[in-house]
């Protein structure tokens, strides 16, 4: 192909206008904050962005100006809720348009701000702006050609809803004659399910009416009756409301359809009534601007307004109206002054030379609390909000601890109320005191970049009062509770609790866990999202994290809760199977107990929620101390030790990184085997420094203990040299079968509800040989590069269990370093390796998940050489009776996997069904292993470890993962006090600012980080930069 070298391209008759080749970024002062500004942001890919909220709005928005929006939920949104691709496709006819008719002179020219239709026809300047908060965002285009600056920002307010608000400025030196229409387009109206939206809208439209207000130009957008194929009356009593302020004499439309006409010279005509059409809202008005004069104006919409509401706001627009113009600036500042209001007190708030690294922080910190939540008045405990609480967990403790509660003051400190309970209050009570972590502002994670989370922001109850809640996944709780932890020290130990009284007895944690307790998945059948099973790493270093904040802050603390029976255990209606049939099928390994399951929904119907959680023969609430759940955890994962290998990963999850989900029943995970021995080495310290002599621990975890220290030295010899596979399985084996019986034996009888003592010397002594069978193994996976494995794979015969190793991987590194075993010089070294190593990304100057992959092209990946069919005669057979089940022939004559197979399962499918045909069934004796074995040297799946190493977003190949970078930030500064201190510091300061900037810090625009103080979630591609909402 010729290269035809630069032209000049014309439109018609109009030369096309050149826009400008410079990307950058920058710092500005405007309305009074600070804002960071991509200049020219048009000439990258468009990239996608959140505005945040101190209410209960939500608003996702793409840099190519497509949109959703709304309140709570995707339920209740504003536009459409749909997916990141879609909402950027849909600029020109979903979100805010504009649309102006500029006369200079004798001539009117057409100029539509940001839209695709005028590419090139005039000289532009395109530049995107957001404040410091994240709560505005501003598109300004410059059009040099008309001498015109336009810009419109999104922002929200609690009492307002959301504002757009335009500004149109003359830039040269003579008046400006302007007739523009501006406003909004796919206005939803209340009352629309976001599933009903996705899957029905052609026939939700014809349910759709728009009205408005000629008096006050309020625009009313409702259902004329929910949408129903039931043969009932169904009313839809609430809308979607949509005013302007601060253009005079306006006319209005409310729907796009006169659009075409206007940009034609046509005379528009107000619409009072649309039926059938969707919504929207155009003001038309017409300005004359004089030399350098700009005006303003607000479009203003919210969702969910029932009649009193909108009467109100009809009567509000017939008062003065630059009264109402001021007061919803006022709304937009006020929500502005509350989030950095929210951040401040999670200490979000500093001032350095560095105005880069405070814009980190502040943004860090406000998805931090965004996610856990942040507590509602400080350490001060309401006491309506208790006994909400208290009765969604257990209704009788209301009743049973009369006293207790009628003697709570109004308002007392957290400190108090846990001392007031110590002192009088049942177990439960107590219990529940000290779980009880009074937060709001917490929401499940999720956005339109990742469309299967489903978000609920729930900040206020019924009345409009600030709600107390909090939910997420069990890791996005905990780890964001790690940093509001040294915010709020006071509640560290409540956190503990929280985390402690949600684990199993087989040393497990549910999926979720909310203000109301715990929550966990249900088997979905035909539903391939809805899986269930146990994430194996989440255990331990999220507890560990939060238990040496407690342990710093708090010195003492831990040690009194070592023997005070306070934590309970979560009953989750999952059975993992027996060890020998772990063997047989580690992939499916867990069987869902429906019928537990439905006695606890009886327990949760007659209690409240603490219905969940295991009980005692009596049939209350079992609880246990401290000392009983650390070693219930460390236990569950030692029965599951692979010396050499890491932690068996047989519970049908993976651990953090789900984009590594094909490493389940087949993966050794030494990243959980690096935060255990941090783990151990915390406990032995506690158990070590604790002054009772002996603890009293359930009787069946006491033998469960002594049954694995026994194994433990009873292959400790083996220790002093590398481990056979012979040797590898029988040690593996004597921890899954005491696991197996320790599990079983709670499954099918529970607990006895006696107690045992165990001595603390004794205890002391397994911990620490325990750290040396970890450190052994971590040990094995040291790699010639001084990096570490993250993962192993598990093989096992008869009789034996051996270990293949896996590429390198970023979250072995962390873990590594995380440990606390490397010495300063062996953490330099290592990260050393990682800067010159294939994980480290130039373009980003940051680290990838695992190494990038040469992939073969499509026609190359299922293409088998002569050398390869030569000796077999099944293929030709296939061939000759033009049967494709199993493999195809092309014209040239090479062989192919047919196009239907995925995977080993169909290939044995495929073979058993030719094997039914009596013509190829002798071939399919003698040959069919063989054909399997080709196509698994063809695809090598044994070597696949999930989605990671076969997609190109998110969590796949060459991904940049801010969160796991940001790990490895925190992971190299802890190795810096280890000795040798004085001449390590030095040269690990030199080593470790290489890796900020790929964690949000310094970066230009057009590389990844197109905001560069927003954490970022997703991936970039060498050829490309996404990211998820910033």
């Known amino acids: 192909m010729s290269n035809r070298g630069s032209q000049t391209i014309h439109i018609g008759n109009t030369r096309q206008k050149t826009p400008p080749q410079a990307v950058h970024g920058e710092y500005v002062e405007m309305l009074g904050e600070a804002f960071y500004k991509i200049a020219n942001f048009d000439l990258l890919e468009p990239f996608f962005m959140s505005i945040v909220s101190s209410s209960d709005h939500w608003l996702f928005i793409s840099s190519s100006g497509g949109l959703s929006a709304g309140r709570v939920s995707a339920e209740q949104a504003l536009f459409p809720y749909y997916t990141e691709d879609k909402l950027t496709e849909n600029?020109?006819?979903?979100?805010?348009?504009?649309?102006?008719?500029?006369?200079?002179?004798?001539?009117?020219?057409?100029?539509?701000p940001f839209s695709i239709r005028q590419q090139g026809q005039y000289q532009v300047e395109r530049n995107l702006y957001k404040n410091i908060t994240g709560t505005a965002l501003i598109f300004e285009e410059i059009n040099h050609s008309l001498g015109l600056t336009y810009r419109y920002a999104w922002w929200t307010g609690d009492r307002f809803g959301f504002i757009k608000t335009g500004w149109l400025r003359n830039t040269e030196g003579s008046i400006c004659n302007i007739e523009l229409l501006d406003g909004l387009q796919n206005i939803l109206p209340a009352n629309v399910a976001s599933a009903t939206q996705t899957t029905l809208s052609v026939l939700l439209d014809g349910y759709k009416r728009s009205e408005l207000d000629p008096e006050t130009g309020l625009a009313i957008y409702a259902l004329n009756s929910t949408l129903t194929d039931l043969a009932e009356p169904s009313e839809s009593l609430l809308a979607t409301t949509t005013f302007q302020v601060g253009l005079e004499r306006a006319d209005y439309l409310l729907s796009s359809m006169q659009l075409d006409k206007f940009r034609t010279g046509g005379c528009v005509e107000t619409e009072t009534e649309t039926r059938g059409r969707r919504g929207a809202y155009f003001v038309h008005a017409r300005l004359e601007l004089a030399p350098n004069e700009e005006r303003s104006w607000h479009v203003v919409a919210d969702v969910s307004q029932d009649h009193a509401a909108i009467v109100r706001t009809s009567h509000r627009l017939k008062d003065d109206a630059s009264a109402l113009f001021r007061e919803i600036e006022q709304d937009i500042?006020?929500?502005?002054?509350?989030?950095?209001?929210?951040?401040?007190?999670?200490?979000?708030?500093?001032?350095?030379?560095?105005?880069?690294?405070?814009?980190?922080?502040?943004?860090?910190?406000?998805?931090?609390?965004?996610?856990?939540?942040?507590?509602?008045?400080?350490?001060?405990?309401?006491?309506?909000?208790?006994?909400?609480?208290?009765?969604?967990?257990?209704?009788?403790?209301?009743?049973?601890?009369?006293?207790?509660?009628?003697?709570?003051?109004?308002?007392?400190?957290?400190?108090?109320?846990?001392?007031?309970?110590?002192?009088?209050?049942?177990?439960?009570?107590?219990?529940?005191?000290?779980?009880?972590?009074?937060?709001?502002?917490?929401?499940?994670?999720?956005?339109?970049?990742?469309?299967?989370?489903?978000?609920t922001i729930k900040l206020k109850e019924a009345d409009g009062s600030q709600r107390l809640d909090y939910e997420g996944n069990w890791r996005d709780i905990?780890?964001?509770?790690?940093?509001?932890?040294?915010?709020?020290?006071?509640?560290?130990?409540?956190?503990?609790?929280?985390?402690?009284?949600?684990?199993?007895?087989?040393?497990?944690?549910?999926?979720?866990?909310?203000?109301?307790?715990?929550?966990?998945?249900?088997?979905?059948?035909?539903?391939?999202?809805?899986?269930?099973?146990?994430?194996?790493?989440?255990?331990?270093?999220?507890?560990?994290?939060?238990?040496?904040?407690?342990?710093?802050?708090?010195?003492?603390?831990?040690?009194?809760?070592?023997?005070?029976?306070?934590?309970?255990?979560?009953?989750?209606?999952?059975?993992?199977?027996?060890?020998?049939?772990?063997?047989?099928?580690?992939?499916?390994?867990?069987?869902?107990?429906?019928?537990?399951?439905?006695?606890?929904?009886?327990?949760?119907?007659?209690?409240?929620?603490?219905?969940?959680?295991?009980?005692?023969?009596?049939?209350?609430?079992?609880q246990v101390s401290l000392a009983e759940k650390l070693l219930t955890l460390l236990l569950a994962k030692l029965v599951n030790f692979v010396p050499e290998g890491g932690i068996w990963m047989n519970t049908q999850r993976p651990e953090w990184n789900d984009a590594n989900n094909a490493l389940v029943g087949k993966g050794l995970s030494v990243v959980t085997l690096g935060y255990l021995r941090r783990y151990l080495a915390f406990?032995?310290?506690?158990?070590?420094?604790?002054k009772p002599e002996a603890f009293s621990i359930s009787k069946e975890v006491r033998g469960f203990y002594l049954r694995v220290s026994e194994i433990l030295r009873r292959f400790q010899s083996h220790l002093q040299s590398a481990w056979d596979d012979g040797q590898r399985r029988s040690m593996m084996d004597s921890?899954?079968?005491?696991?197996?019986?320790?599990?079983?034996?709670?499954?099918?009888?529970?607990?006895?509800?006696?107690?045992?003592?165990?001595?603390?010397?004794?205890?002391?002594?397994?911990?620490?040989?325990?750290?040396?069978?970890?450190?052994?193994?971590?040990?094995?996976?040291?790699?010639?590069?001084?990096?570490?494995?993250?993962?192993?794979?598990?093989?096992?015969?008869?009789?034996?269990?051996?270990?293949?190793?896996?590429?390198?991987?970023?979250?072995?590194?962390?873990?590594?370093?995380?440990?606390?075993?490397?010495?300063?010089?062996?953490?330099?070294?290592?990260?050393?390796?990682l800067r010159d190593s294939a994980l480290y990304r130039a373009d980003q100057h940051s680290y990838i998940l695992y190494p990038d992959k040469t992939l073969p092209g499509f026609l190359q990946k299922n293409s088998l050489n002569v050398e390869q069919v030569n000796d077999l005669r099944l293929p030709a057979a296939l061939v000759e009776a033009e049967d494709k089940t199993l493999l195809v022939q092309d014209i040239e004559g090479g062989y192919h996997f047919s196009g239907s197979l995925r995977n080993s399962k169909d290939v044995h499918r495929a073979l058993e069904a030719l094997k039914q045909q009596p013509q190829f069934a002798e071939l399919v004796a003698a040959e069919g292993e063989k054909i399997a074995a080709l196509f698994e040297m063809v695809f090598q799946h044994r070597e696949f470890t999930g989605r990671s190493g076969t997609f190109f977003a998110y969590e796949g190949l060459d991904s940049v993962y801010w969160h796991m970078v940001a790990k490895l930030l925190l992971a190299a500064q802890e190795t810096a006090p280890r000795p040798p201190v004085r001449t390590l510091r030095p040269r690990l300061d030199r080593k470790v600012p290489r890796h900020p900037r790929g964690a949000g810090l310094p970066q230009n625009p057009g590389s990844l980080w197109r905001v560069p103080h927003r954490p970022l979630l997703a991936h970039a591609q060498s050829a490309r930069a996404r990211a998820s909402p910033a």
Request: aromatic share 12%; glycine share 6%.
């Open 735 to 833: 921890l899954g079968q005491a696991g197996n019986d320790y599990r079983w034996s709670f499954y099918e009888h529970g607990f006895s509800g006696e107690t045992a003592v165990v001595q603390v010397h004794e205890i002391v002594d397994f911990l620490e040989l325990a750290q040396t069978y970890i450190e052994h193994s971590l040990r094995a996976n040291k790699r010639s590069d001084n990096l570490y494995h993250a993962y192993n794979i598990l093989h096992l015969d008869e009789g034996r269990a051996s270990i293949s190793h896996l590429y390198e991987m970023l979250e072995g590194q962390v873990a590594i370093l995380s440990s606390g075993m490397l010495t300063g010089d062996e953490s330099l070294a290592l990260l050393r390796s």
């Open 683 to 690: 406990c032995k310290e506690l158990f070590e420094t604790s």
């Open 91 to 112: 600029t020109e006819n979903t979100g805010g348009k504009t649309i102006l008719l500029v006369r200079r002179g004798n001539r009117t020219r057409l100029w539509e």
């Open 333 to 455: 500042e006020s929500n502005t002054a509350r989030m950095r209001q929210i951040v401040a007190s999670a200490d979000g708030l500093q001032m350095s030379a560095n105005s880069l690294c405070t814009a980190n922080h502040f943004a860090n910190v406000m998805f931090n609390v965004m996610r856990g939540g942040i507590f509602a008045d400080q350490y001060w405990v309401d006491k309506a909000g208790l006994i909400e609480y208290v009765t969604t967990h257990q209704r009788d403790l209301l009743h049973e601890n009369a006293a207790f509660f009628a003697a709570l003051p109004p308002r007392l400190h957290i400190a108090e109320l846990q001392t007031r309970a110590n002192a009088g209050g049942s177990p439960d009570l107590i219990r529940l005191c000290h779980t009880y972590l009074p937060l709001t502002f917490s929401r499940r994670h999720g956005d339109p970049s990742r469309p299967w989370n489903r978000f």
């Open 478 to 622: 905990f780890q964001n509770w790690e940093a509001l932890a040294y915010s709020y020290p006071e509640f560290v130990e409540g956190m503990i609790a929280t985390f402690l009284c949600a684990t199993t007895v087989d040393g497990y944690n549910p999926y979720r866990i909310t203000r109301a307790g715990v929550d966990w998945e249900i088997p979905e059948p035909g539903n391939p999202w809805a899986n269930i099973g146990y994430w194996s790493d989440h255990q331990i270093i999220y507890l560990q994290k939060l238990m040496e904040i407690s342990a710093r802050l708090h010195p003492g603390k831990l040690e009194e809760f070592l023997t005070r029976p306070i934590f309970s255990y979560a009953d989750v209606p999952y059975r993992i199977k027996l060890y020998e049939d772990l063997l047989k099928d580690p992939f499916n390994t867990i069987d869902f107990d429906w019928e537990l399951e439905s006695r606890i929904v009886t327990r949760v119907n007659e209690r409240g929620t603490d219905g969940k959680l295991a009980c005692d023969p009596n049939g209350k609430t079992l």
